[in-house]
């Protein structure tokens, strides 16, 4: 089996498989004053400072949640509390941003274009921001890396264009963990999202950076837990799980860095042996371990279930999608032509891959598509 689908989850990291089964056999709630309760609570607080250090924050600002959706929910709150007048999100998000604004702000919401390459239009917002009214309280949400292609947005510019006109901002990190180095101070963001299954965390557990004095909503209520910022008793094993990747960030990031040399062979291999393969967000900033490409001639889901086959996992665009394979928002957005993004393939490795996980998924391929009857698509 080569399992190249890492931007839907990975595989649970060793490191983080022990400590959630210490924090399991330890037991506790982390609201109780006894001591187990103690204990608890100092698993939670060591995972908060291991995290903090991870992003170069202070621990007091980092709130776990119940996951990147969840992360990113609770930061677009930060727009309601300050009462902002424009909402600016960019075409390219996770439907967990897109969604949630849209519920929340209406016609608030203003959807900043990207390139051909994938990239934020940053004279768009820029100019965008230039023609708001006086007093205006713009909020901008811009993800640092995307899902489907791995392409990096310049952050740190798109906050300082969004400072200078007044506004907050928040970027969903959640593919950038222990995949990249991430300063929240060097980004100059307001908010910063994190989930841990990507990296290799268990599933059902982020957390939101907030800096200090940002006013956020809490969607839960009830409790006092994580500041009463986020009611509910905490998932100690989880956040065990999570302070343990989180503490292997430098060595994580190396490992996933020496993937893209494999990555870059990959694709440049494909683009020789497969006529009508086009690769999408090639020509921009990307996360080391992540392709996306199309070729064309072939749908998508017959080409996944035809390397399911032989043993490859890779997926269509988002995994949050109950398994269907749907037209890319963010392909559509980047101009790809219809019927190339309906072939569109994401492949992605992580701390488990190896140089064999890459062969394996290239032979595949290839003898996929000779086996399949290239057809023009509707």
């Not at 492949?347 to 890459?358: K, L, N, P, T, Y």
Request: glycine share 10%; aromatic share 4%.
């Amino acid at each position: 089996m080569a399992y190249c689908d890492y931007n839907a989850t990975a595989p649970l990291h060793p490191a983080a498989r022990a400590a959630m089964i210490a924090a399991l056999d330890q037991g506790g709630n982390a609201s109780s004053p006894h001591a187990i309760g103690r204990r608890a609570r100092g698993l939670v607080e060591s995972a908060r400072e291991a995290l903090a250090r991870a992003i170069r924050a202070d621990a007091a600002e980092v709130i776990f949640v119940g996951g990147g959706t969840e992360a990113n929910a609770l930061a677009l709150s930060a727009a309601a509390a300050a009462q902002a007048s424009v909402v600016f999100v960019s075409a390219i998000e996770h439907d967990s941003v897109r969604a949630e604004a849209q519920r929340r702000f209406g016609d608030r919401v203003q959807v900043i274009p990207v390139t051909g390459a994938g990239l934020v239009d940053v004279d768009w917002l820029t100019a965008r921001l230039a023609d708001l009214p006086a007093g205006a309280k713009p909020f901008v949400s811009v993800m640092l890396a995307n899902n489907e292609t791995g392409v990096v947005q310049d952050i740190a510019a798109i906050a300082a264009t969004t400072k200078a006109a007044g506004g907050l901002v928040h970027t969903d990190a959640a593919q950038g963990f222990g995949r990249m180095a991430i300063d929240v101070k060097a980004l100059g963001v307001d908010l910063l999202s994190l989930c841990a299954h990507k990296a290799g965390g268990p599933v059902g557990i982020g957390a939101l950076w907030a800096r200090p004095g940002i006013g956020l909503e809490p969607i839960f209520h009830g409790g006092g837990q994580e500041r009463s910022r986020r009611a509910g008793t905490e998932n100690i094993a989880a956040i065990a799980g999570m302070g343990a990747l989180a503490g292997l960030a430098h060595d994580l990031i190396a490992q996933h860095r020496a993937l893209q040399t494999y990555r870059d062979a990959l694709e440049a291999s494909l683009s020789r042996r497969l006529p009508d393969w086009a690769g999408f967000g090639n020509a921009a900033p990307r996360l080391p371990q992540t392709a996306c490409f199309g070729i064309a001639g072939l749908r998508a889901e017959t080409l996944l279930m035809a390397l399911d086959l032989e043993g490859v996992c890779v997926s269509s665009g988002s995994a949050c999608s109950s398994g269907k394979v749907r037209a890319s928002h963010v392909l559509a957005a980047m101009g790809a032509a219809p019927a190339l993004a309906q072939s569109a393939l994401r492949v992605s490795f992580g701390w488990a891959s190896a140089e064999a996980d890459f062969h394996r998924l290239e032979e595949a391929l290839i003898g996929a598509c000779a086996r399949l009857q290239t057809r023009t698509l509707p």
